[in-house]
Structure formats: structure tokens, C-alpha cells
């Protein structure tokens, strides 16, 4: 069992910027697959950035050129950078890990953290 836990969340103006860490209780070398995820208040889950096995990096449109993920494998931590925060930002953001094994991925999330960007 993956732990995953998530820290860097607040509330920032628009314009703003942000810094989200996910700390992972194994090393993300063992990982196959990276990615933050965030879910607003009535709306379904959906990915923000992702990082494939290797360096490859995914965003959805709404994000790219504007947050940036990246991933320390020294201290297990991925992170999640946000300038130029948009009130449309706002929602709960979660880190969630992929690793296969024999049959099968085992997915692993955290308990998420709080970004509202507001004036």
C-alpha cells in the first residue's frame, strides 16, 4: 500500500501562484505513471498533468504553460507547479500513482488539498 500525502494547497489571489507537493511513502522510481488530479465542487474528477514512465508529461489544455509537474525521485515527492492561477482553479487536487504488477494496476491517491483562487 502506496501512501500518498499531499501538502501545499491555500488561498491565493488570481495571478497568483502556488506550489503543491505529493510525498510518497516508496520510491516513484517503482511508479509507472504520476499525475494530479482535481475535482471542483460538482464537477467529475479530471487530470491536470501527468508524468508517463520516464520523463514524458502530459496537461490537459486548460493548464499547459501555466502549471508544470515535475518529480524529485530523491525524496519520493512529486510536485505541482501553478502560476497564473484562474478562479476556475479552484477545486480539491489529488496526487494518484499507477504501478503495474503481474495482472493488472494497482492506483493509489491522496487524501487531496484545497486550492481556491479568489480576490
Known amino acids: 500500500q502506496v501512501q500518498l500525502v499531499e501538502s501545499g494547497g491555500g488561498l491565493v489571489q488570481p495571478g497568483g501562484s502556488l506550489r503543491l507537493s505529493c510525498a510518497a511513502s516508496?520510491?516513484?522510481?517503482?511508479?509507472?505513471?504520476i499525475g494530479w488530479y482535481r475535482q471542483a465542487p460538482g464537477k467529475q474528477r479530471e487530470l491536470v498533468a501527468g508524468?508517463?514512465?520516464?520523463?514524458?508529461?502530459t496537461y490537459a489544455d486548460s493548464v499547459k504553460g501555466r502549471f508544470t509537474i515535475s518529480r524529485v525521485n530523491a525524496n519520493n515527492t512529486v510536485y505541482l507547479q501553478m502560476t497564473n492561477l484562474k478562479p476556475e482553479d479552484t477545486a480539491v487536487y489529488f496526487c494518484?500513482?499507477?504501478?503495474?504488477?503481474?495482472?493488472?494496476?494497482?492506483?493509489?491517491w491522496g487524501q487531496g488539498t484545497q486550492v481556491t483562487v479568489s480576490s
Open positions: 494518484n500513482v499507477k504501478r503495474r504488477k503481474v495482472i493488472g494496476v494497482d492506483s493509489y
Open positions: 516508496e520510491s516513484m522510481f517503482s511508479m509507472n505513471y
Open positions: 508524468i508517463i514512465s520516464g520523463d514524458k508529461t
